[in-house]
T-cell receptor, first 112, second 114 residues
Framework: GQQLNQSPQSMFIQEGEDVSMNCTSS?????WLWYKQEPGEGPVLLIA?????ELTSNGRLTAQFGITRKDSFLNISASIPSDVGIYFC????????????FGQGTELSVKP | DVKVTQSSRYLVKRTGEKVFLECVQD?????MFWYRQDPGLGLRLIYF???????EKGDIPEGYSVSREKKERFSLILESASTNQTSMYLC?????????????FGQGTRLTVV
């Protein structure tokens, strides 16, 4: 089936560092979403992007919808220990009524 | 607040048992989804429903079926559980025909088949 390529798979960083992760696809998406999942919980929406080129921030998080509509990135600035978790990108295809395709996830570890 | 509720957090079942995972949402969403999450593989779509009694296969439907008799409830059925179906199962819901189509997730059900 269709899949998004998300990288990196895991990151081990020091508190205070900035983080960057991205997703690419061979398909064009109408919507890009970024989720965070903490241990034992379901994913929670962080940022939603609806237009090509759109750049959106949510606190220390910034995400962009690529111009080609085939990619997106998420940046986290000045990481803190509570940023630990798995981050997922998700894309929605335009012709499938809301069906979402997910990336493999980026597992973030933050060392105090 | 949107609420998506899965009936169990943890389940242990025996090989060959019929297993029902239930999901209920309270936001009048048309779309409901069942995903399976395994380490390194992300979330893989099992089945998707965009209306009552309507369903579409996702990427990994083999060994699963679904039921959507009411708009708010979407059930995942393992007809004969096998050990390779041990996984975390996540239910989600969203609006179908709106620009803000983000999906909201339940807390997950961790199923172990022994």
């Amino acid at each position: 089936g269709q899949q998004l390529n998300q990288s990196p798979q895991s990151m081990f960083i020091q508190e205070g560092e900035d983080v960057s992760m991205n997703c690419t696809s061979s398909s064009i998406f109408n919507t890009w979403l970024w989720y965070k999942q903490e241990p034992g919980e379901g994913p929670v929406l962080l940022i939603a992007l609806y237009k090509a080129g759109e750049l959106t921030s949510n606190g220390r998080l910034t995400a962009q919808f690529g111009i080609t509509r085939k990619d997106s990135f998420l940046n986290i600035s000045a990481s803190i220990p509570s940023d630990v978790g798995i981050y997922f990108c998700a894309g929605q295809l335009g012709n499938q009524g809301g069906k979402l395709i997910f990336g493999q996830g980026t597992e973030l570890s933050v060392k105090p | 607040d949107v609420k998506v509720t899965q009936s169990s957090r943890y389940l242990v079942k025996r090989t060959g048992e019929k297993v029902f995972l239930e999901c209920v949402q309270d936001m009048d969403h048309e779309n409901m989804f069942w995903y399976r999450q395994d380490p390194g593989l992300g979330l893989r779509l099992i089945y998707f429903s965009y209306d009552v009694k309507m369903k579409e296969k996702g990427d990994i439907p083999e060994g699963y079926s679904v039921s959507r008799e009411k708009k708010e409830r979407f059930s995942l059925i393992l007809e004969s559980a096998s050990t390779n179906q041990t996984s975390m199962y996540l239910c989600a819901s969203s609006f179908r025909a709106r620009a803000d189509t983000e999906a909201f997730f339940g807390q997950g059900t961790r199923l172990t088949v022994v």
